[in-house]
Structures are given as C-alpha cells and as structure tokens.
C-alpha cells in the first residue's frame, strides 16, 4: 500500500479548525479541508490538502492508496518535528504502508523530510504552490533559514551593517567621497579576510572576550586594551597612508601599503602583546605553565622589529620621510639583527627537552 502523507509543520489545521491530527482516509481529508477553506480561504494547506486528493483520486485506479494529515506544532522546530515524528510512527503501524508520496507547501515543510525517510521509503515529493505566488514562500523560508544560521548571518549582517553604517558616518559628516572610498577598502579587506580564513580568527577574538567577562578572566581586560590599540593602529596607519597620498609626485600602491604598515606596525604588535600578557596572567593564577606565551612574545617582537626594518627601508625613498634616508640602511640592518636575535631568544632557550 501506497500512503499520500500531507505534511503541515506550524498546525495551521489545528489551530484554525480545532481537528486533531493525524487525519485519515479520504473523506475525513476532504472534510478537513473544507474547514480549513471556510476558516481561511487563503491559507496555503488548503491547496495542499486537496492537492493530495487529487493524487490520490488518480493513484487509486492502478493501486492501493491510503491518504493522511500529519501536523505539527504552532512552534516549529523541535517541538512540531516530534508531534509530526509520533504520528509518523502511528501511521506506520497502523496502515503498514510499503511507501510514501509526501505533498507540502514549500520548504519549510520539506525540512522533516529525512525524519520521514528514516522511517519509510518516499517514492516522491509533490510541492503545491499557488501559481501566482509561486516561490514566495520556498524564497521566505530559504532566507528565514540562512539568517538563523549564526554562520551565515555574521557572514552577511555584519559586513552589510558596517558598510551602512560607514556610509551614513560620512555622509552626515559630508564627506560622501571619502566614503565612497572607505566602503570600497573594507570590502576589499573582507575579501581578503574571508579568502584566507581570518575571518574566524576575528570571530573567535571577539567571542574570547565574551567568554573572558562571563568567566571573570583577567584577560577581559587586556583584550579590551588590545582593541583600542587595533583601532588606534589603524587610524595611525591611515594618516601616514593620507600623508604619501596627496604628494606632488606620485607613489606606487606598495610605498602607500608600506606606509600604513610603518604608522600602524608597532600599535598592532603592543596589542598582540596585551592579549598574550592576559593569557599568561590567566595562566600563572591558574597554575598552568606559562613557557608558550612568553615565547609567543618574542616572536611577535621579532615579527615587528623585521617589517619595521623592512618598511623604513621603503618609504625612506619618499619626501616625507626624507628624515630616515640617511640612516634607513642602519635601521634595516640593526631590525634584522634583533628580529632574529628576539626570535631565538623566543625559541631556543625557552623550548623544553625532548622526550625520549
């Protein structure tokens, strides 16, 4: 036998005709949505139910068809899939059917489909829609569904947020050029930021400060000291961004990146350092060695000092840092030399022997 199972996942039924669920038999289906139709003649089940009477009126003439309502639960999700799960269940026993032919009104009912599988064998899936508003409802679902996906919606709010909210900065500021500008290079940056995966780091940042205040860490602290030293690195960065810029004489794209590393370098490292001091201070009260964090500070120096030679180096070609030509060889050489002398102090001593 051959089961037409109607799928109605938010219990329009129910709510709105007081007919408990499961439904049976093609006579009680008719009469439900007859119900349905007097109680709301624009509810999308009601084409589904008689949708699935259809089915069955031209299955019936070759075979042997039994048709069925399951609803959930005004509350959909756990609570809905479990009422529709039971009754799944009690048809199962009770008609013993070899297969289903599931009939929904879009997605979201669609959703239980794999709590059906699992139990019997669906030989197809009919969606009735209404002609004139047809993918409305799957589209509403489908996007209802990606915005409840954390994942998703920190993927999409966040970045379209922040572009709004730059926007309307500069604009009322009146400055709609700059920020024109500014929208386009922090698209730029998430791009950049989701091509090599560093937007988790970002999430992960910020969901260590959470998990710091709510553990009453004393790392809270120095994270929070960590993001204003971000913040104010990056505003120093772009002024010595602004003052290559407007020069009379033309620069190159990588003197303008240089010069943004050369301004924001050191604010950026001091907060990669506030963050490990936290982790080590949380570390020591804990009782926990603390050997890894310490080496992860002179790494990080070592770090610094070698892209601070690097970008003196650069920009010292330029007019507005003429004042480090002289001795840009000099600061090149002596950052390389601590850079690597920082890095073996930061490995070397600190590693610990090896187990046999």
Known sequence: MKLILVIDRDDDLGRKTGISSPVIGRESCLKAGEMLGLADPEDSDLNTIFGAIKIYDDLKKREKVEIAIVAGDENVGVISDSKIADQIDYLRNLIRPESVVLVTDGSEDEFVIPLISSRMKIDGVQRIVVKQSKTIESTYY???????????AKSTLVPLGTILLIFSIFSLAGFMEIGYGTIVLFIGIYLILKAYGMDDAIEEYFSTIKNSLLEGRFSFITYIISLIL??????????????????????????????????????????????????????????????????????????????????????SSTEVYAHLREDAMYYFLMAMFGGFLAGIIGVVPLRGPKSA
């Not at 489908?142 to 998703?152: C, G, V, Y």
């Not at 201070?281 to 964090?293: K, N, P, Q, T």
């Open 142 to 152: 489908l996007i209802k569904r990606m915005f409840e996906d954390p994942k998703i």
């Open 230 to 315: 971000i913040i104010v690195g990056f505003i120093q960065g772009i002024n010595s961004f602004w003052k290559l810029l407007y020069q009379p004489v033309a620069v190159g794209a990588i003197i303008l990146a240089t010069a943004f590393i050369y301004g924001s370098l050191w604010w950026i490292v001091s907060a990669g350092v506030s963050i490990i001091i936290g982790k080590i201070l949380d570390a020591f009260i804990e009782g926990r060695s603390v050997r890894r964090y310490v080496s992860m500070i002179f790494l990080l120096i070592s770090a610094g000092l070698i892209i601070w030679g690097g970008s003196v180096y650069i920009i």
